[in-house]
T-cell receptor, first 111, second 112 residues
Framework: DTGVSQDPRHKITKRGQNVTFRCDPISEHNRLYWYRQTLGQGPEFLTYFQNEAQLEKSRLLSDRFSAERPKGSFSTLEIQRTEQGDSAMYLC?????????FGPGTRLTVL | DQQVKQNSPSLSVQEGRISILNCDYTNSMFDYFLWYKKYPAEGPTFLISISSIKDKNEDGRFTVFLNKSAKHLSLHIVPSQPGDSAVYFCAAPYSNNRKLIWGLGTSLAVNP
């Protein structure tokens, strides 16, 4: 399977804990995006990488959020000191063209 | 400010009939539009796209129409099948980084 993969698919954590998500993009794609989606909404942009460079971060991405893409391959999204409001589906997409292709998402539940 | 709008939260059609999903946008700088299909607890799946220099793009049962003067696009599914039941999102790339701006989605139910 050469699509976008994300791990884990589901994460349940207690408030205040740190969590890290991983995204493996389509190998030839140099653009990688993270989005967050809550119930009844469209996905909201979080951050964008071109190769290993993080070129844009949304105002939604507070100081508790950090993302990396070492060597321009896989990417990680870390949330420190999780809050209940962080509960959402976190989506990763990669793109080499105008179309973006999404992974299955990571569903985060903060108790 | 919702730059991409899907004003119908839901749509129900009979199997075999046409499904028409609508999307309006406010930013005339958008140069490309995409439609995605999403099942619960899964990531969006790319369906079809259209460049702003075209007014129609067709791929199998799916056709997207773009009316630039009205800032309106629509996705036609013919014939509709029960497996098409999902939430459909309209999206447009924005800024040099091409991040997607999304509508709120339309939930399509295709009844056997």
């Amino acid at each position: 399977d050469t699509g976008v993969s994300q791990d884990p698919r589901h994460k349940i954590t207690k408030r205040g804990q740190n969590v890290t998500f991983r995204c493996d993009p389509i190998s030839e794609h140099n653009r990688l995006y993270w989005y967050r989606q809550t119930l009844g909404q469209g996905p909201e942009f979080l951050t964008y990488f071109q190769n290993e460079a993080q070129l844009e971060k949304s105002r939604l991405l507070s100081d508790r959020f950090s993302a990396e893409r070492p060597k321009g391959s896989f990417s990680t999204l870390e949330i420190q000191r999780t809050e209940q409001g962080d509960s959402a589906m976190y989506l990763c997409a990669s793109s080499g063209t105008p179309e973006q292709f999404f992974g299955p998402g990571t569903r985060l539940t903060v108790l | 400010d919702q730059q991409v709008k899907q004003n119908s939260p839901s749509l129900s059609v009979q199997e075999g009939r046409i499904s028409i999903l609508n999307c309006d946008y406010t930013n005339s700088m958008f140069d490309y539009f995409l439609w995605y299909k999403k099942y619960p607890a899964e990531g969006p799946t790319f369906l079809i796209s259209i460049s702003s220099i075209k007014d129609k793009n067709e791929d199998g049962r799916f056709t997207v129409f773009l009316n630039k003067s009205a800032k309106h696009l629509s996705l036609h599914i013919v014939p509709s099948q029960p497996g098409d039941s999902a939430v459909y999102f309209c999206a447009a790339p924005y800024s040099n980084n091409r991040k997607l701006i999304w509508g709120l989605g339309t939930s399509l139910a295709v009844n056997p």
